[in-house]
């Protein structure tokens, strides 16, 4: 598996797009510094931003590069080395060359902005650690779409369905839910809504380390009512953690009955 | 020295085998032969793993190798379309499957063998089909194995090339290897092959030696051989031998 990773990890850091993703996300940070001035600031206005991007660049980069890697993953395969080493290893190196992108881009700006020096470095270790997870998972559903589907249009089509569902539609769907039954006590399952979408989860754990409670929002709120903030930010962690492992499994699961 | 045992292998609605035997018992060169989308590639990709039989089992040395990885060391395999990563260079490439199979490799003289020196350096994307094939042989011919895997390898190459990949196979023969080859070219089967297998409805519908099948057949060459099954199938071939398997008896 470490070899399969070192060659697409190299391969990928190599890429252009690796570094245009960095430039992005440098561009971005260093606009935003710059405008607010302030780190906490541009913490806030930074989440925003990329609990809308990651999860796109997570899964858009996830199935192309998986469709593109197909013809050759023949070639590997007909090696002695295992399916399931192939596939993760291919895995670890595209998520991991963009987690490299999003730090670096974040990082290099906050950094020279004395982040370290600041009382918002907690803050700011918060946002890149729940942007690295959306990465982590988005690219692991891209992987599992595109190992489950054969056909390159109808991956492509569901990768894009799924974002559009976590990032916009799921919002929808539950803030209309907890209209229809705003007279039941709902604290349970807005908890569990929010566990069910990583988008959301990263949102509350972001607000829940910044302690801004005029934008904690409902959910946020109860996390907070439930658990304070140093349980809820556990839970949050672990369900990170599912988010990533179960689309892996799911798509170690589809590769194993693969035909090549 | 590889033996398929009640292969079943459909893709959705098509039937590609049916209860499929083959017993590759020796060593030497066993071409195999069959209509388009008789199962010709998916019985090499189901060999080498890449493809999951419905049922069945295949024995490598005495050995169950299905849903095993490691069996592969024993094998080289040169696909039927060469598809590299872009960006990589030939030198890459060489160097990344040598990595990956950690055997001692012969890598330098088939470079040297198929002209390929003055293209080490450019990336893949770059070549033409016909050399991206020799590129192909290298990464396939370089280790030395008891079995090597040959889907349609003489697509796309110069005559020259051809009689050098030729050469390379007789000479991979002669040290007593197991070679598996499909090809559309009969005038090569007929000049190499050791033994024919041919793959006719989903079963093996015969396998022996050249000519045994001309005997078989009443025809005097594989094209004509090959022409009258497909047409007449069995039910015109005498069937007294018992390594012609019939459904239709």
Redesign the interface.
């Known amino acids: 598996m470490l ?1 399969i990773f070192k ?1 697409s990890f190299q ?1 990928l850091i ?2 252009k797009w690796s570094f245009i993703l960095g430039l992005f996300y440098m561009a971005v940070t260093f606009g935003l510094l710059y405008m607010s001035n302030d780190l906490s600031r541009a913490i806030v206005s930074l989440m925003n931003i990329i609990l809308f991007i990651n999860p796109l660049v997570g899964i858009m980069l996830g199935i192309m590069y998986y469709y593109n ?1 197909r ?2 993953s ?10 399931k080493d192939y596939f993760l290893g291919q895995y670890l190196g595209l998520s991991l060359s963009l987690v490299i992108s999003f730090v670096l881009g974040l990082g290099v700006p906050f950094l020279l902005y004395g982040v370290l020096v600041s009382d918002a470095v907690v803050n700011f270790l918060t946002l890149m650690f729940a942007g690295s997870a959306l990465v982590l998972i988005f690219c692991a559903l891209a992987f599992w779409v595109a190992t489950a589907n054969e056909n390159k249009i109808k991956g492509f089509g569901k990768a894009i369905l799924l974002w559009l569902f976590f990032a916009i539609l799921y919002d929808g769907i539950f803030l209309l839910s907890l209209l229809v039954f705003e007279s039941y006590p709902l604290e349970k399952f807005s908890i569990a809504a929010t566990l069910l979408n990583p988008i959301d989860f990263s949102r509350v754990l972001i607000m829940l380390q910044l302690d801004v409670s005029l934008l904690f929002g409902y959910t946020g709120a109860v996390f907070n009512k439930f658990f304070g903030s140093y349980v809820g930010i556990l839970l949050i962690t672990g369900a990170a953690v599912i988010w990533v492992i179960s689309p892996i499994f799911m798509m170690l699961r589809a590769a ?5 | 020295m590889i033996t398929f045992k009640h292969i079943y292998k459909s893709f959705g609605k098509h039937v590609v085998f049916e209860d499929l035997n083959l017993d590759l018992e020796k060593g030497g060169i066993w071409s195999v032969l069959g209509p388009n989308g008789s199962g010709k590639t998916t019985l090499m990709k189901i060999l080498l793993g890449l493809v999951v039989p419905d049922k069945g089992t295949i024995l490598m040395d005495g050995e169950e190798i299905l849903k095993q990885d490691l069996y592969r060391k024993k094998i080289n395999y040169m696909p039927q379309i060469a598809r590299f990563p872009e960006n990589l260079k030939v030198r890459e490439i060489i160097a990344m499957i040598h990595d990956i199979r950690q055997q001692p490799a012969d890598e330098i003289a088939l470079v040297n063998r198929f002209d390929l020196g003055s293209y080490l350096d450019v990336p893949l994307k770059n070549l033409s089909g016909g050399t991206r094939q020799k590129v192909n042989a290298v990464l396939a011919f370089m280790h030395d194995n008891p079995v090597i895997v040959l889907d349609e390898p003489t697509v796309g190459l110069d005559p020259v090339t051809l009689l050098k990949l030729k050469e390379l196979i007789q000479e991979e023969k002669d040290k007593g290897k197991l070679i598996l080859l499909t090809t559309h070219i009969t005038g090569l089967v007929e000049e190499i092959s050791d033994q024919i297998v041919f793959l006719l409805e989903g079963k093996v519908f015969f396998q022996g030696t050249l000519d045994h099948l001309f005997q078989k057949t009443g025809q005097d060459n594989l094209e004509r051989s090959m022409a009258a099954i497909m047409e007449h199938g069995i039910s015109n071939i005498d069937s007294d031998d018992s390594k012609i398997t019939s459904h239709y008896a």
């Open positions: 070899k060659y391969d190599r890429s890697s013809d050759f023949e070639l590997l395969l007909a090696q002695p080395i295992k399916r194993k009955r693969k035909d090549f």
